[in-house]
């Protein structure tokens, strides 16, 4: 497991900036007026900021931009980073521009030269989440961490707004861990020891294993998990951070830890992809985390269903029928429309039990998804349009895409059966909206809910504005933010 790149806050202090090792930024705006660490540094460097600023190419400069004088002269640092930045910049904005020095700083640490700067929260916040890197099994890393310091007129003030920034920076690190995680690693034993560690940070960890499951009546999940050694368990994790008796929202999460398609075998070539495949129930994880970090005032239950997907001489074949949770009956076509088979049973049992005010759940379920809206956006189905329109707000606002879908009879009516309640699949066509259809028969008339396909975005092959190649996180911040809004 990675850690968060540690932060200090510290009284603005222009000597700092000639001793610094690593990279030394200063913030200046596009007008080019040089504030009180800009002119430090020019005048440590005999003049090397005023000349760039008067340069030409300062002339296109726009807001978050950086622009790197390396190996300045009269400094220890390795680099002197010039970050424009309006002095009251857009929480986005200041994230963004924090993470792209992060980008440049490497393993190096950096010293950010804030002075009375606005958002240097969110400037800290952009540089935490980009410096994260998955290195638990390069043997050859031998780099020093890194470390952030932050030099602020009011560094108090400062590092307060910042807490619950980094608890959910910290939940997004344990996202991303779990899904870049391989899958020989992250079994479902081992998903769920992590879930139970958690226990330390106040919320309530409960392991269900196969034989309560099968008590339950959990048999479209279990019928996943049969063809694997790995024993299939529900994890449900519990915050009670608000009143007594004020009924949770419902997070769900997908948590097929690997993906081969079982019997309905995948192609080789991009299977080890697969191993994101409990994504979902990884972004479940890393909010709870994140809530339970900054101690959040709402009740918020997590819910994942942890199993393998894999073929053998136990494995569900196509064309088997088998019973939910719920007592609806499923054929089932294809094995490798395995995700609403483990979900329908969770967000089921997740009803019954906590008679939740709402549910989202978080699942990568369909490639479908992908070509639909590529790696820009999560799919967004839901029942009702004020639940909806509150998380899209919410994602807006952290700057995670998200895109409203569809949904209707007439999708429905393409999961109908001949011999069973319905098909696991519906056909090539709409195979996202079929595959949120199916999930919808398992949602009660008056649960508002949400269904977010992050197939697209919960681990990407190309690095994002707030993350390197491999797991993104998607979602940690949409829905601590959509709970702060929402339920706090
Ligand atoms: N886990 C996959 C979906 C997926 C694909 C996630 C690519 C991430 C990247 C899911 O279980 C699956 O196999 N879906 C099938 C459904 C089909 C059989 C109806 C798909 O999308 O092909
Ligand atoms: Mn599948
Ligand atoms: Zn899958």
Redesign the pocket.
Known sequence: MSSLVPVRFQPFDLDLMAEANGRVVVIIPSEGKLGPAARRANRLTKGAVARMVASERFEKVKNGDVITLAWPGGMQAEALDILVLPRRPEQAEARKAGAKVAKLAGAKSVLVMAGNQMQTDQLALGIVLRSYDFDAHKTKVTEPVKEITISHNKPEEVEATFEPLYAVADGVRMTRDLTNEPANILTTSEFANRLAEMQDLGLEVEVLEEDKLADLGMRTLLSVGQGSVSPSKVVVMQWKGGDTDDAPLALVGKG?VF?T?GI?L?PAGGME??T??MGGAGVVAGAMRALAKRKAKANVVGLVGLVENMPSGNATRPGDVVKSMKGDTVEII?T????RLVLCDVMWYAQDRFNPVGMIDLA?????I?IGLGHENAGVFSNNDVFCDAFLKAAKDEDEGAWRMPLGKAYDDLLKSRIADMKN?GGRSA?SITAAQFLQRFVKEETPWIHLDI?GVASVSTETSYAPKGATGWGVRALSRFVQDNFE
């Open positions: 097929v993906d398609g309905s995948k992809d697969m994101m495949d294809n490798d429309a395995e995700g990568t379920l369909t490639g479908a992908i699949v195979g197939a």
